[in-house]
């Protein structure tokens, strides 16, 4: 039972969950025609780099200092993916957002068009795409559920942390 949760498990668990979490955003884009908007293709990203924090932790097998920085590194991105995913919480709730006028600019032609800095704002004061919920399973928003996955991944590295074996 101890083995199921020993370093290599936890980055396994955290790997299975953003593999299928980003599964099911390509399935709901692909499949049900769901086109992500700028804040959710940012949570996709850090839920991407979560996935590989975990499979590098699950090939390097850490000692336990080492383990730690990973860790440390997931809940980095957890907190990054977070702010999106709470950012576009609030401007779901806030219907006033759906009839903006930049409605449908992907991420790619505001990186591509605008200074970083100036992206970002404008990423953050979202669109009307990001206002849209248009998927709900259990009464939860993608956005919601992709919250929850990252409080997951903050618990687990949490857990990972404080249940390491001090190193030297």
Known sequence: MKQFFSTRWIFIYVLLLSVGMLLGAGYLQYNKGLIPCPLCQLQRFMLGAIGLIAFFAIIHNPKPKNAKIYSILTILSSISG???ATRQVQLQSQSIMAASANCGVSLDYVLDT???LEAIKFIFQGNGSCAEVSWRIYGFSLAELTIGTFIIFI????FQILTTRKSL
């Open 82 to 84: 977070s702010i999106f």
């Open 114 to 116: 605008l200074p970083i």
């Open 155 to 158: 618990l687990l590295a949490m």
